[in-house]
């Protein structure tokens, strides 16, 4: 009985992990840091830095067009899209709010935050007519958070107070998430908590995590959730990317509490964490500057799938393609 059982562990190991790479193939190259991802009619839309904005054919590379939003050298790490416009804020103060039109591409500033600490680190629709975006703290410690709502942005009044040193980080537009119930935020530094706002009334919640946090550099980087109650957070140190403690943590209660996964069992440093469309929560595949990793266990164990560098944020197009981008390039990744 003991050799049975042993044989059907050893099989379930195997199957976990018997995801592989069938290919990388890079499908767009320039000289732009892309750290945000949309993907529409069978394209993959970006932003990056140098106000650059632009989209590749997943079908047909060569069918590409990238345009400037401005003559200024913006940078931007948020794009987000309704029916029929795609979204974008620059990190930098002033920050813009630009509307581009998914037909013509023409774009307009629809909003402007001109506060000198204006830093937006993420923009996300939860459905076509709600989005947030949520910039570091004011003077005082107060998030800033952004709401698109019948049409128009607005900022939206917060008595949420953040510790000193606590901020978030525009790594890969995905340190927040969504259902149709709640909006998560995942913050790090000196303390890398996770905040829940309901929808339905704007109250926001604040539940501590046992993440890796107490430096500038450390904490969560990227959050998803495939329903209300269970998500999975990544992160780390991205001065120490090796560093593979206590940065990967999922929580089954909706974020209240926070278990930690494969600590010292990982590959490091991680900026973006993708569950898988329709497994439930159970397969996630995350990039990192060093890496790209895979789950197939709900995130308790991870396996390096690839060495490739420079990614900084990924999406799933379909159960079997991932497309990448970051430093100077876009690809698609085909796994068997």
Partial sequence: MKKICAIIFLSAGINAFSQQVESIETIFNDKV????????????WYSGTDSKFGFVDLKDSKNQKQIRLSE??????????????????????????FKIDKKDLKSQIVFTDPATTAFYDALHFVNDDLAYTFSDADKDHLLKLAVYRNGKWSMLKSNTSLTEGEAAFAASNTNIASTKNYVWIATGGKASRILRLNIKNDTMEIFKTPFVQGESSQGMYSVDFNDDRFGIAVGGDYTKQEANINNIATTRDGGETWEIQASGQNAGYMTCVKIKPGSNGKEIIAVGDQHISYSSDFGKTWKKISDEKGFFVCRWVDHKTVVLAGKDRIALMKIK
């Fill in 72 to 97: 200024d050298k913006l940078q931007f790490r948020t794009l987000a899209q309704d029916k029929t416009s795609f979204y974008a804020v620059n990190i930098e103060s002033p920050a813009y709010f």
């Fill in 33 to 44: 840091s892309i750290r945000a991802l949309e993907l529409y009619h069978n394209k993959v």
